[in-house]
Structure formats: structure tokens, C-alpha cells
């Protein structure tokens, strides 16, 4: 704890990004004109980007926190009254 009663606490986060990925879906009708022959699948995903080469933005958080502590003072009255409830007997 520092001088006058004054917390400090913290955290850090570094989050990784996300891969981006890009894919194309290729018909049939496409394949088979670009290849000179009918395609044996109806239909394909081509990447565009290859897989785990190009991320989004690395996310940096920081989060802070100061308190100071402070002692509150209760009536006599009331802690009597409290004490006589039923609940806390």
C-alpha cells in the first residue's frame, strides 16, 4: 500500500489477432471451362491469401485502478438496532 492509504492495481492484455482469411468458391461450370474438361466436384474453395500469413491488428489493453481507502464511522444507535434484530441473534 502506498502513503495516505492509496491502492494502485492493474492489468495488461495482449491479444493476439485473427488470421484473415479469403476464399473463392469455384462451380463446377467454372472449373471446367479453365481446366478443358468437365471438373469431378461441384464446387471447390480456393484460397486467395494463404492460411496464417496475414493478421488483423494486435489488440493492446491496459486497464488502472486507484482507490483510497476510507474508514466510515457508524451511530452507536444504529449498531445497537442491529444487533437486537432478529435475524443476527
Given at each position: 500500500?502506498?502513503?495516505w492509504q492509496?491502492?494502485?492495481?492493474?492489468?495488461?492484455?495482449?491479444?493476439?489477432?485473427?488470421?484473415?482469411?479469403?476464399?473463392?468458391?469455384?462451380?463446377?461450370?467454372?472449373?471446367?471451362?479453365s481446366l478443358?474438361?468437365?471438373?469431378?466436384?461441384?464446387?471447390?474453395?480456393?484460397?486467395?491469401?494463404?492460411?496464417?500469413?496475414?493478421?488483423?491488428?494486435?489488440?493492446?489493453?491496459?486497464?488502472?485502478?486507484?482507490?483510497?481507502?476510507?474508514?466510515?464511522?457508524?451511530?452507536?444507535?444504529?449498531l445497537q438496532?442491529?444487533?437486537?434484530?432478529?435475524?443476527?441473534?
Amino acid at each position: 500500500m502506498f502513503p495516505w492509504q492509496i491502492q494502485v492495481s492493474g492489468v495488461f492484455q495482449s491479444i493476439p489477432p485473427d488470421s484473415i482469411l479469403a476464399t473463392y468458391p469455384v462451380s463446377n461450370a467454372e472449373a471446367s471451362a479453365s481446366l478443358g474438361r468437365p471438373a469431378t466436384f461441384p464446387s471447390v474453395n480456393v484460397a486467395l491469401i494463404e492460411p496464417a500469413t496475414e493478421f488483423l491488428e494486435r489488440v493492446n489493453q491496459l486497464d488502472l485502478r486507484v482507490s483510497k481507502s476510507a474508514v466510515a464511522a457508524v451511530a452507536p444507535r444504529l449498531l445497537q438496532r442491529h444487533r437486537g434484530h432478529p435475524r443476527h441473534r
